[in-house]
């Protein structure tokens, strides 16, 4: 990792602890109901519960529920039920058990839609496997689920329960990257430029987000370069060196221009933020030669790179 610390959300466990539960009642029980069979729904929560089967526990705590909502042991198995889901919440995130978090969480949610506790503790964790070295994308479409929710609750002014001080703008940033490396990883390089864009501009001094962010717009739009640049050699010689080229040609070289405009831009934005948080110099210098490769082709009058130097300047970068 370039970034001298990863950021991290805050911790799942403490969250989930603190998240309060409101469970509805489900549908009223059919008339025909008899206590005994009630009875049984009960003891075959209280059998599993015994034999410590937590599984089939909550299972029957849910089947009982379902059944007998207004029963004389709904309220207590009720809240026995939530304490159990969101004990089995903290131990899939502890666990790495991504499929089991996002199956408890929604079981969660389905009675508690707006517990952003659990939103924010699961859309944290796919974020972390996106961000991870390889990166899985195996919940890739749960993350952005959950990460949209979190997103439209946050700024419908939800916070999270328990936590004393909570960032709205560092919590907006990082589940916006959460849609960006999605779109990222589906070939679609200008919504996940944009969202990338739009993640940093929550957190514009956060080394972990925003530097994440900058690299790979530049990765992005380096590729896009590349191809541009392809479509331009393409052409025949002739045609790109006539003094007055057809139009396709002049199409192309605008096309490459605009590319290695948005190149320069992004990528000198990364090194003077790189420069400035002191960020792996490796991976700076490395953009930085990008960057260079870059201007001298679309300005190669300018062969002292004052040009250059003024753009890094603007972007903040300290004097070299």
Do not use: C
Not at 155 to 170: I, P, Q, R, S, Y
């Amino acid at each position: 990792m370039f970034l001298r610390k990863t950021f991290a959300p805050m911790a799942a466990g403490a969250l989930l602890l603190a998240a309060a539960l409101a469970f509805a009642p489900a549908a009223p029980a059919a008339a025909q109901e008899v206590v005994q069979d009630e009875g049984a729904a009960y003891r075959a929560w209280h059998d599993a519960s015994q034999a410590g089967d937590n599984a089939k526990a909550m299972a029957a705590a849910k089947a009982y529920i379902e059944q007998y909502p207004t029963g004389q042991y709904g309220d207590f198995l009720k809240k026995w039920l939530g304490t159990a889901q969101m004990t089995a919440l903290d131990a899939a995130i502890k666990e790495k058990r991504t499929a089991d978090t996002i199956a408890v969480a929604r079981d969660i949610l389905a009675a508690d839609p707006e517990n952003l506790n659990v939103v924010y503790a699961v859309a944290s964790q796919v974020r972390g496997e996106m961000l991870a070295r390889p990166p899985v994308y195996d919940n890739a479409e749960a993350g952005v689920e959950f990460a949209q929710k979190g997103i439209a609750m946050v700024e419908a002014g939800k916070t999270l329960a328990g936590v004393a001080t909570f960032d709205k703008n560092a919590t907006l940033a990082w589940m916006t990257q959460v849609l960006a490396l999605n779109a990222q990883k589906g070939g679609n390089a200008k919504e996940a430029i944009g969202l990338f864009d739009k993640s940093t501009a929550y957190a514009p001094g956060d080394p972990a987000i925003a530097g994440q962010n900058l690299l790979r717009v530049v990765a992005l739009r380096n590729t896009a370069y590349a191809e541009a640049a392809k479509a331009f050699n393409a052409l025949p010689e002739a045609d790109r060196g006539a003094a007055e080229p057809p139009p396709a040609v002049k199409a192309a070289k605008d096309a490459l221009n605009a590319e290695a405009d948005g190149l320069i831009d992004s990528a000198a934005s990364f090194v003077a933020f790189g420069r400035s948080k002191n960020l792996a110099a490796a991976v700076v210098d490395r953009v930085n030669q990008t960057l260079e490769a870059a201007y001298k082709v679309r300005f190669p009058e300018d062969t002292t790179l004052d040009g250059l130097k003024k753009v890094l300047a603007e972007k903040g970068a300290p004097a070299q």
